[in-house]
């Protein structure tokens, strides 16, 4: 039985974008970013063409929607990942700190291609542009804080917390999704930037 192709007067005011975005997602996922196009998303969906250019003019606006809906998907992951960690005593705080990263880790292992879009060259890092995005930074903004709130982090390395954090961890991502490294190494890289954080 053929599918019928769906007008996007079919979809209640507002599914559509979401949906675009969803079909999306289902491509990069299976082929990767590079060849991403509005056609073939409208064509996954089943969609025209038009329909799908109404909520985005271009392939740049579509992929700053995917990109705000995983840096939102992102953050959400994390956050749940810290509550297994309650409390503000050093040994908490310490563990939820090694947690944003293997948050991370664990969802660039299962989603390469998303990774890849998110922080290869696809997407705009502006965060003036980007809520979502400033979101899931602010997590790490704020662990980094309670580190030195709780007295495991000096106070005169915390100006340094989020570029030596968000560059050691992205570097080790990396390299790790390319083959460079063993994924036995990213816990040996939490160590060497606890250590350059003077986190004890």
């Known amino acids: 039985m053929s599918v019928a192709r769906v007008s996007r007067t079919s979809y209640h005011h507002g599914n559509l974008e979401e949906a675009l975005i ?4 289902k491509l990069i996922r299976k082929h990767g970013p590079d060849n991403l196009s509005l056609r073939a998303v409208a064509s996954e969906l089943g969609v025209s063409p038009s329909a799908a250019y109404h909520y985005f003019p271009d392939k740049d606006s579509l992929i700053h929607g995917v990109g705000d809906h995983l840096f939102a998907e992102l953050t959400q992951m994390m956050e749940k990942s810290l509550e297994k960690f309650p409390g503000k005593n050093i040994k908490a705080t310490k563990s939820r700190f090694r947690e944003i ?7 660039a292992s299962k989603e390469p291609n998303l990774f890849r879009l998110l922080f290869g060259g696809f997407c705009s890092m502006d965060r003036g542009k980007s809520h979502k995005e400033d979101s899931s930074f602010k997590i790490l903004e704020k662990t980094l804080d309670e580190l030195v709130e709780c007295g495991a982090m000096p106070k005169k390395l915390r100006p340094y917390g989020e570029v030596l954090a968000w560059t050691s961890v992205q570097g080790a991502v990396t390299l790790i999704l390319e083959g460079h490294l063993p994924k036995s190494s990213f816990e040996d890289l939490l160590d060497g930037l606890e250590l350059a954080l003077g986190v004890r």
Do not use: D, E
């Open 101 to 107: 990263g293997r948050a991370y880790f664990t969802w």
């Open 22 to 25: 969803t079909s999306a997602i």
